[in-house]
């Protein structure tokens, strides 16, 4: 069957560290894979897409690597803020036009 | 542009009432979809449209109806509301242009309870 996972677990980590969330998926061979930022009683917002052509992606503090053989993305948040505290969701598109999405992992930056 | 607009934020209804959740944009999307987010499963596509008069189903349709008469306005009905269907409800849009790699815009949500 077809499954995009995300650690369930929320992950601590201390300001100025990075944070790596990961994104895996099984039965799918999508074109493109998206990151979203949804922060609690708000709707997702955008945050990076990646291409099947492109090993890595880069926006200011942020990293996106698409790794098709291992069928994983890895996201990456550098000198991580408290601001950054938020849930963080994985999305593919599963078959014509259906943007699917994972559970998210919840990100907590601690002072 | 006010981007992607819900009404309402909260409902609470009995078993067996129906209603119809709306949605609008204002960017001239051909595409849009509706969610519902619960708990550990994440987000779950109910519907989605790629233009007026067109619509179709994605991982979660029984229990809810769509039409899209116009590009802008994309509503969700409930026929019979169920306590299943407790959730928050998320509409989305985005531009398929030339390509479908455009990023997704999200409406605040409606959090919907049935008792």
């Known amino acids: 069957s077809q499954k995009i996972e995300q650690n369930s677990e929320a992950l601590n980590i201390q300001e100025g560290k990075t944070a790596t969330l990961t994104c895996n998926y099984t039965n799918y061979s999508p074109a493109y894979l998206q990151w979203y930022r949804q922060d609690p009683g708000r709707g997702p917002v955008f945050l990076l897409l990646i291409r099947e052509n492109e090993k890595e992606k880069r926006k200011e503090r942020l990293k996106v690597t698409f790794d098709t053989t291992l069928k994983q993305s890895l996201f990456h948040i550098t000198a991580s803020q408290p601001a950054d505290s938020a849930t963080y969701l994985c999305?593919?598109?599963?078959?014509?036009?259906?943007?699917?999405f994972g559970a998210g992992t919840r990100l907590a930056v601690h002072p | 542009n006010a981007g992607v607009t819900q009404t309402p934020k909260f409902q609470v209804l009995k078993t067996g009432q129906s209603m119809t959740l709306q949605c609008a944009q204002d960017?001239?999307?051909?595409?849009m979809s509706w969610y519902r987010q619960d708990p550990g499963m994440g987000l779950r596509l109910i519907h989605y449209?790629?233009?007026?008069?067109?619509?179709d189903q994605g991982e979660v349709p029984n229990g809810y109806n769509v039409s899209r008469s116009t590009t802008e306005d994309f509503p969700l009905r409930l026929l019979s509301a169920a306590p299943s269907q407790t959730s928050v409800y998320f509409c989305?849009?985005?531009?398929?242009?030339?390509?479908?790699?455009?990023?997704?815009?999200f409406g605040p949500g409606t959090r919907l309870t049935v008792l």
């Open positions: 960017m001239n999307h051909e595409y």
């Open positions: 999305a593919l598109l599963g078959g014509y036009n259906k943007l699917i």
């Open positions: 449209s790629v233009g007026a008069g067109i619509t």
């Open positions: 989305a849009s985005r531009s398929t242009g030339t390509s479908s790699y455009n990023e997704q815009f």
